[in-house]
């Protein structure tokens, strides 16, 4: 079953964007009446019937909605984007799959982008959204300031990951069940001592993904992958 | 530290295959007597010395072995190949770094790659380990028939990952520390309902990997995930 997103939707009436409408009304040459599944990114789910059939913008009524089965935590990352986009991109599409609520592009001393384009992240995130039939779509934030996330309010565990020999508690064994959580990975020349500290400071604790020497976007997943397993989801 | 591989060392003398050779010669101008570090892909890390830089096939003596440390339990995945090779090398690239020890890539009746370069993926595997400094190599199969895995000897747990809905164990729930594993992850399209029959005659029990609906190469990393985890790696 294919899947569309709009986030235009109101009351019980939507819009596809462009590429949806021309997919629809081109590729699939569906027509006034026919039904289509439509997810909002928010959690919702429609059975939607098509009622102005325009390539530019495809109009629809909502029959039914459906809301995604709520879990019970918050998983963030904030993570440095790789030097290579496709890296970053991957990240995004594997994370969407395996369930992340919030990716936060930041910016450290070391890292190797200092600019970055989300708009292709979005759209990968909506694809892996769609390829996996959820109805939630990650929030991806703008490229920020690691200084800035550190002193951010977060309602949950802070943890940063980074590879300095010093006193860390593995991921697994210091998380708990069902608790928002805020993940950061640093990028490939790690972070320095002195974010190291200042995240300290700002109550994020040291923690330890794997045994194993990781890329950036290799620890993102393993993260996702640890909190999701561990809440089994 | 660069790491070079070489799977041609007897005793204590070795040599680097071209592409390494090159680097080493052409590329740092190393020459007689310059130290270089290598992995033989089979657990064991050496310092060596270079005994004729020539950049064809680079020769060493080696002066120190170390053995990597082994882990307690050996992952072996077996997976349908992606339509796209991209994802199934991405697939190899991230279990490689994450940890595993064989890939066994299968036919299935709906597999939509019938036939596969295998040189290609042991290229990202190799990379993979140099790059997250890892002594290990996992053994890449050539294309498998799937009956022929179902049927073959296998000293620990056999799984299979699929869609059915049909009383399944959590893989986490299920699988014991330290356990040999062999994972069954299969096509986009899933395994034939004759396919996962022959699997629980031949001892193969059906686990979810997760509660998302994953990609195959998605499921194959999130099986990696879950197993070293467990393991604490």
């Not at 500290?197 to 997943?221: C, D, H, M, Q, W």
């Amino acid at each position: 079953m294919r899947i569309f997103y709009s986030n235009d939707i109101s009351g019980n009436i939507g819009r596809l964007d462009d590429e949806e409408s021309r997919h629809v009304v081109k590729v699939l040459r569906m027509g006034i009446g026919d039904q289509i599944q439509v997810v909002d990114g928010a959690g919702n789910y429609y059975t939607a019937e098509i009622t102005n059939p325009s390539h530019k913008g495809c109009e629809f009524r909502i029959i039914e909605k459906q809301e995604e089965v709520k879990k019970g935590f918050r998983l963030s990352i904030a993570i440095a984007p790789t030097k290579n986009m496709d890296r970053l991109e991957w990240f995004v599409e594997k994370a969407t799959e395996i369930g992340v609520d919030a990716i936060v592009p930041i910016e450290c001393k070391n890292s190797e982008r200092k600019v970055l384009k989300t708009e292709r992240l979005v759209k990968k995130a909506v694809s892996a959204m769609k390829q996996s039939q959820k109805a939630s779509l990650p929030i991806i934030n703008e490229l920020t300031e690691i200084a800035e996330v550190l002193k951010a309010q977060f309602n949950g565990e802070k943890y940063i990951a980074h590879c300095y020999d010093m006193p860390k508690d593995n991921l697994k064994d210091i998380y708990k069940v069902g608790g928002n959580v805020l993940i950061l990975i640093g990028p490939e020349g790690d972070f320095t001592p002195e974010e190291v500290e200042e995240a300290a400071k700002n109550g994020f604790k040291p923690v330890n993904l794997s045994s194993n020497r990781l890329r950036t976007e290799t620890a993102g997943i393993v993260a996702c992958c640890a909190i999701n397993l561990i809440n089994g989801c």
